[in-house]
């Protein structure tokens, strides 16, 4: 009964220290463009999505992320596209970068007007 008991609480500990992987991967995705800011919370799936609105254009995202390795990078998917507001798109930027948590990195520019993204947990 004993080896019984101590098997369960055995279990009960994995199952636990399973549960709570997912809080040591990045919550957020923080989108920077120019002085805009939009935070876009990740989803179990590992994706994410934003947008930041304007009066003449706007500016979406979307993407995934992914551990990379056993390291602390990130692989960040991600798709950024810039919209008049007839809806055409004036510049996207499709690209796959690494990224670490609570480091800014640089995605792209536009007029001198930069695209930036940061994880956070």
Do not use: W
């Not at 919550?27 to 930041?52: N, P, T």
């Not at 390291?71 to 809806?87: N, Q, T």
């Amino acid at each position: 009964m004993k080896a019984l008991s101590t098997l369960v609480a055995l279990t009960l500990f994995v199952i636990a220290g399973c549960s709570q992987a997912p809080a040591d991967r990045p919550a957020e995705v923080h989108f920077f463009y120019g002085e805009h800011e939009v935070v876009a919370r990740i989803a179990e799936d590992l994706s994410f999505k934003g947008a930041i609105r304007e009066r003449d254009e706007a500016v979406g995202f979307y993407g995934t992320v992914r551990a990379e390795g056993d390291s602390e990078a990130y692989l960040v998917d991600i798709v950024v596209a810039r919209e008049a507001e007839a809806g055409e798109i004036r510049q996207r930027i499709n690209t796959v970068f690494l990224a670490q948590v609570d480091k800014a990195v640089v995605i792209g520019q536009v007029d001198d007007v930069s695209f930036r993204l940061m994880l956070h947990k």
